[in-house]
């Protein structure tokens, strides 16, 4: 997801655990239900988080990331907006209407150009 040339946008309903926040972090911007809970819960499984921990700290930062994931603990969307796991929180019955407004925003750019300013976070 992280890879594909274009801005991409996660729509979020239920539950972003584990791989599932891993994947919703790939994106370039998340919209939320207002209900959903995330986190990394490997460790209340015993099992250790595989690849998502750098994707998390770049989204919240070292210290908030590693709370979350040596906790196990969930949370709500109000305090992933908060923390920057999420850009946008809305009624869980207009997580795809936003978006796809989101996505929408970028329609007339060209695609190359889109490519390129992507391509200048790659770094991270």
């Given amino acids: ?13 239920g539950y972003a655990l584990g ?13 939320a239900g207002d209900n959903v809970k995330f986190g990394a819960p490997e ?3 015993g099992l250790v988080p595989q ?6 700290a770049g989204a919240v930062g070292d210290s908030k990331a590693k ?5 196990g603990r969930f949370v709500d969307a109000k305090e992933a907006l908060k923390l920057g796991l999420i850009d946008e ?12 407004a989101w996505a929408r925003r970028f329609g007339d750019y060209s695609p190359q150009v889109l490519a390129a300013a992507k391509a200048t976070f790659s770094g991270r």
Avoid: H
């Fill in 51 to 56: 690849g998502g921990t750098a994707r998390l």
């Fill in 67 to 71: 709370d979350l994931v040596f906790s």
């Fill in 89 to 100: 929180m809305v009624a869980p019955d207009g997580v795809y209407d936003a978006a796809v």
């Fill in 1 to 13: 997801l992280a890879s594909i040339p274009k801005p991409t946008v996660a729509a979020i309903t």
């Fill in 43 to 45: 460790i209340l499984a």
């Fill in 19 to 31: 791989s599932g926040l891993t994947l919703a972090l790939a994106a370039d911007w998340r919209v």
